[in-house]
């Protein structure tokens, strides 16, 4: 047939062929222009910005030379793909050799804040597993890194799985599933929103890691986030208060789909390198971590939601009263109407408890846990899918550790509490050591034998030898728990049923360790440091801790210093070593340093609050008030719920004279931390600075209250109670502050003026004197010691110290005024003159050196016209300073005014200041060293009426 063909036919043919060929070509210069030219493009576009040196390496791991010598390091912006550039989380600073030695094992550790160890890693399940193998495998050099993160779930997990498999690990260890619905992709997150698809969330990751992603971030990514209502600042798990996700929520499905999956390619990653993965079960508190939200069914009518309430509160109200049997039949009923609210499920777990019966308990905190519609708890299905990917593959090399089940069979009738949990998953440090003792004994068959061949078989170590080993002291376990009640006065946590109660608990616990760690405490805390860090190649943690605590509680910056610098030398990529050595350097009062060190570690993660915030108040130290108050604002704008950071912008404000910025700063510190005790100081500080003494010993008071041990708090009580008069307080606030810090000589010397001013000279004297031996170059000591001692009479000595204040500060008004008011009394008018002239020029609105001139002129004779008319002008003036209701200034203005002639103003004017006196209910009035009775200024009354001026008797 075919050899019959027409040529026609035949013509057909080829054109067919040549059609088909068209078209070949066509689809493939369409699959060119829309697929393989832009990838082209944006490979060219990749390697142009790298080429230029745009952007900065998003890997896990960095590599560089440290001291001479190759090294894998810790990349501090690791995170920023995944939360953005502002909300980066931060990384455990690791330093590896480049090239592992024959006789290292190492082990990385993956998941999130739990696995991380968070309050403190120095304490969580990875470094305790560390101590374990130590000890167990004595000759094999153990490398657990530490690569958990804070928030992050299986989809970043996954990616630093991939990379750590080139950093040639012997095991990779996965305790995770806390984060699944909150964490990036997740259906409860504030970050990227969920997609259906796995291979789209690992396209867009991969895209964000380049250099072009970071452009396109760079230019859009501010906008982007607002136009998805993304967070711009990091407030914790109160950002995911909006996102409750009910346990019918069909994208739980997809979450759960995107775990296995995740956690079966994080398996085969590792054998593909040949390395273990122990994957462990997750454990969480049930029996006192109750649920964040509560929601009730879809599809409850009305009139079921009234009756459900009704039973409920009944239920409520008989399990407050004790009568719990009763109350779990009122909650039965509110079960069997809608069982899907979580409080409901938790109040039955109670109950049943109560009752005696742990299984229904356990069950019962088990489903609040699983219904809980904020869901930051790995529940049972998370649960679950762990034990089926890792459950029975041992020969794949693959490992289930139970972490779970163990911390079950440890707790109080099999349900976990705060005897391992300080919150919802966060471990105490006897929590750490069962997750760590589980993740070793499952691990310890999977070493390479080099390491098995160690093993000497010895009983594991205990809890408390891992402790001493550590070290963990009372003092860390002091500041963990002010880490976890800073998070505990957060919402979502106070929103939660027995909040109260569990963090009374833990605050009489931290008291009772703070007592415990004072004093001699501390110095055993630090002894067993420091033979740890003799005892051999002391770990990074060790030498962190010790240096923290040397910094913060023991007041050694110094050697706080010491430590930082050798860290800093270790892990130059780490921002978290930077930022102390900063700070012990600006303890030391070497602001440059630390400005120094602070502008490295901005260098190498932009946006950190506190190191802003570090940095603005060195930089205000330094006299640069604009640097400084650019970077106070900045360290705001990240985290504007700090009270910390506004009450530094306020400090920094203040010194550049913004007062009213300031103020408004120090009060919102006060306003989001009242108990901020340093907020409520500055703030009435810079009232006082304001004149406004009275809402300034408020604040001053709440300072006090916030922090009784603290002597400046007192001393600025009794300044403002002073200003108000109320001598008899401020002597008491200065009484204690003295109590508290007896060697201060500003105390000493302003009790001693409020002293004098009481009357109380010889009193007062004892302290100025005390003042000026602390002190011997202060001015203003020795001018209140030369007021108490002339107030006492004791004219000679007290003119030596006057003429010492003028001597050490020539500009020193009031020193004036006493130098020429002893003058006055001795007769020598034209000293006196001299001094008040002097001190009218130094300060035109002293009202001492106007009332005293204007009573030297006024009162003393010979004298003229021009004498006369110039003491009124100066005793109108001092009136007008002092007000109308002052008897001194009225007392001088009325002689001025009878000196002038002027005799019916002068009698005005003495009535009125006679009026004043005694409505004061006073005999004498004081200004300065200047002394006046009621008793002399009737007689002068009576002189005016009979039309004659007053000369003073020192004449």
């Known amino acids: 047939m075919a050899a019959n063909r027409t040529e026609a036919e035949d013509g057909n043919a080829a054109a067919d062929a040549h059609a088909r060929i068209g078209a070949g070509k066509l689809w493939a210069f369409r699959l060119i222009a829309v697929v393989v030219l832009p990838i082209a493009l944006l490979a060219l576009l990749e390697l142009g910005l790298r080429v230029g040196g745009y952007g900065i390496p998003l890997g896990f791991a960095l590599r560089d030379d440290v001291e001479g010598e190759p090294r894998i390091l810790s990349n501090p912006r690791y995170t920023q793909p995944f939360f953005g550039p502002l909300l980066a989380r931060p990384i455990r600073p690791f330093s590896l050799p480049a090239k592992k030695g024959p006789e290292t094992v190492r082990i990385i550790v993956l998941g999130g804040s739990a696995a991380q160890g968070v309050p403190e890693p120095a304490f969580g399940m990875a470094r305790i597993l560390e101590t374990l193998l130590e000890d167990q495998c004595p000759g094999t050099r153990f490398e657990v890194v530490n690569a958990a993160i804070t928030a992050i779930n299986s989809h970043v997990v996954l990616g630093i799985a991939r990379e750590c498999t080139d950093l040639e690990p012997d095991a990779m260890v996965l305790y995770l599933g806390n984060n699944e619905v909150v964490g990036p992709y997740g259906p409860g997150t504030v970050f990227d929103p969920l997609a259906s698809g796995r291979l789209l969330i690992r396209a867009a990751l991969a895209a964000k890691r380049t250099r072009v992603g970071q452009l396109l971030e760079n230019a859009f990514g501010e906008h982007l986030a607002r136009g998805a209502e993304r967070p711009t600042v990091w407030r914790g798990m109160r950002m995911f208060l909006e996102n409750r996700i009910r346990l019918s929520d069909p994208r739980l499905e997809t979450t759960y789909e995107h775990f296995e999956d995740n956690l079966e390619d994080i398996c085969r990653a590792g054998r593909r390198a040949g390395v273990p993965v122990i994957v462990s079960t997750v454990g969480v508190n049930l029996k006192d971590s109750s649920p964040f939200a509560s929601l009730h069914r879809t599809g409850l009518t009305a009139r079921d939601s009234t009756e459900w309430e009704r039973v409920y509160e009944e239920g409520s109200a008989r399990q407050s009263q004790g009568r719990v049997r009763e109350a779990v039949g009122y909650y039965e009923e509110a079960e069997a109407i809608d069982g899907e609210y979580?409080?409901?499920?938790?109040?039955?777990?109670?109950?049943?408890?109560?009752?005696?019966?742990?299984?229904?308990?356990?069950?019962?905190?088990?489903?609040?846990?699983?219904?809980?519609?904020?869901?930051?708890?790995?529940?049972?299905?998370?649960?679950?899918?762990?034990?089926?990917v890792a459950g029975g593959r041992t020969a794949e090399g693959i490992y289930l550790a139970d972490s779970e089940r163990r911390l079950r069979a440890a707790s109080p009738k099999g349900i976990p509490g705060r005897d391992l949990f300080d919150e919802h998953v966060h471990l105490r440090f006897r929590g750490n050591y069962l997750v760590a003792r589980t993740l070793y004994e499952t691990l310890l068959p999977a070493l390479p034998a080099r390491a098995r061949q160690k093993a000497t078989g010895r009983p594991v170590l205990t809890q408390e030898a891992c402790a001493q080993r550590l070290p963990f002291t009372p003092v860390d376990r002091h500041d963990a728990l002010e880490t976890i009640l800073t998070m505990l006065e957060q919402p979502p946590f106070t929103n939660r049923m027995g909040h109260d109660r569990g963090v009374a608990e833990l605050s009489a616990e931290w008291a009772a360790l703070g007592k415990q760690t004072a004093g001699r405490g501390l110095e055993e805390a630090l002894a067993t440091y420091e033979r740890v860090l003799q005892s051999g190649d002391a770990h990074p943690f060790v030498r962190h801790r010790y240096a923290q605590i040397q910094l913060q509680h023991a007041g050694r910056p110094e050697v706080a210093e010491a430590e930082f610098r050798r860290l800093v030398r270790s892990f130059p990529s780490s921002n978290r070593y930077l930022l102390g050595l900063g700070r012990a350097l600006a303890e030391q009062g070497k602001s440059a340093e630390a400005v120094e060190c602070f502008e490295r570690s901005l260098r190498l993660v932009p946006h950190q609050a506190a190191v802003h915030s570090n940095l603005g108040a060195e930089l205000t130290d330094l006299g640069e008030p604009g640097r400084a108050v650019e970077h106070l604002a900045r360290a705001v704008d990240l985290e504007p719920d700090n009270a910390a950071f506004h009450n530094n912008l306020a400090t920094g404000l203040l010194k550049s004279?913004?007062?009213?910025?300031?103020?408004?700063?120090?009060?919102?510190?006060?306003?989001?931390?009242?108990?901020?005790?340093?907020?409520?100081?500055?703030?009435?500080?810079?009232?006082?600075?304001?004149?406004?003494?009275?809402?300034?010993?408020?604040?001053?008071?709440?300072?006090?209250?916030?922090?009784?041990?603290?002597?400046?708090?007192?001393?600025?009580?009794?300044?403002?109670?002073?200003?108000?008069?109320?001598?008899?307080?401020?002597?008491?606030?200065?009484?204690?502050?003295?109590?508290?810090?007896?060697?201060?000589?500003?105390?000493?010397?302003?009790?001693?003026?409020?002293?004098?001013?009481?009357?109380?000279?010889?009193?007062?004297?004892?302290?100025?004197?005390?003042?000026?031996?602390?002190?011997?170059?202060?001015?203003?000591?020795?001018?209140?010691?030369?007021?108490?001692?002339?107030?006492?009479?004791?004219?000679?000595?007290?003119?030596?110290?006057?003429?010492?204040?003028?001597?050490?500060?020539?500009?020193?008004?009031?020193?004036?005024?006493?130098?020429?008011?002893?003058?006055?009394?001795?007769?020598?008018?034209?000293?006196?003159?001299?001094?008040?002239?002097?001190?009218?020029?130094?300060?035109?609105?002293?009202?001492?050196?106007?009332?005293?001139?204007?009573?030297?002129?006024?009162?003393?004779?010979?004298?003229?016209?021009?004498?006369?008319?110039?003491?009124?002008?100066?005793?109108?003036?001092?009136?007008?300073?002092?007000?109308?209701?002052?008897?001194?200034?009225?007392?001088?203005?009325?002689?001025?005014?009878?000196?002038?002639?002027?005799?019916?103003?002068?009698?005005?004017?003495?009535?009125?200041?006679?009026?004043?006196?005694?409505?004061?209910?006073?005999?004498?009035?004081?200004?300065?060293?200047?002394?006046?009775?009621?008793?002399?200024?009737?007689?002068?009354?009576?002189?005016?009426?009979?039309?004659?001026?007053?000369?003073?008797?020192?004449?």
């Open 657 to 955: 004279g913004e007062h009213e910025r300031a103020l408004a700063h120090f009060r919102m510190a006060v306003e989001i931390d009242p108990t901020d005790a340093l907020a409520q100081n500055n703030l009435g500080a810079a009232l006082l600075q304001q004149g406004e003494p009275a809402p300034a010993r408020e604040h001053f008071g709440r300072a006090v209250a916030a922090d009784p041990e603290n002597a400046l708090y007192h001393h600025n009580l009794g300044r403002a109670l002073a200003l108000l008069q109320q001598s008899d307080a401020a002597v008491g606030s200065y009484r204690r502050a003295l109590a508290l810090n007896p060697e201060d000589a500003e105390t000493h010397r302003r009790l001693g003026l409020t002293l004098i001013r009481s009357g109380r000279a010889a009193e007062a004297a004892s302290h100025c004197g005390e003042a000026v031996r602390l002190s011997p170059a202060s001015p203003a000591a020795h001018y209140c010691l030369g007021l108490a001692l002339l107030r006492m009479g004791e004219e000679e000595e007290g003119l030596v110290h006057c003429r010492t204040a003028v001597r050490l500060r020539p500009g020193f008004a009031e020193a004036h005024c006493a130098v020429a008011t002893v003058g006055a009394w001795r007769g020598d008018v034209d000293q006196a003159s001299r001094s008040y002239e002097t001190a009218l020029r130094l300060r035109p609105e002293s009202v001492r050196a106007l009332n005293g001139l204007a009573w030297l002129l006024a009162t003393r004779t010979p004298r003229t016209a021009e004498d006369t008319n110039r003491a009124v002008r100066l005793a109108e003036r001092a009136c007008r300073l002092r007000g109308q209701e002052e008897p001194v200034s009225l007392d001088t203005l009325a002689a001025a005014y009878a000196a002038a002639g002027r005799f019916p103003e002068a009698v005005t004017t003495q009535e009125k200041a006679i009026r004043v006196a005694e409505a004061g209910g006073k005999r004498e009035y004081v200004l300065g060293i200047q002394k006046r009775d009621l008793q002399g200024m009737r007689i002068r009354l009576t002189l005016y009426q009979a039309g004659r001026p007053y000369r003073d008797p020192a004449e």
């Open 342 to 388: 979580a409080d409901l499920a938790f109040r039955l777990a109670q109950c049943h408890e109560a009752l005696g019966d742990p299984e229904r308990a356990r069950a019962h905190y088990e489903k609040a846990r699983d219904l809980d519609a904020l869901r930051f708890r790995a529940d049972s299905r998370i649960n679950e899918i762990i034990r089926r």
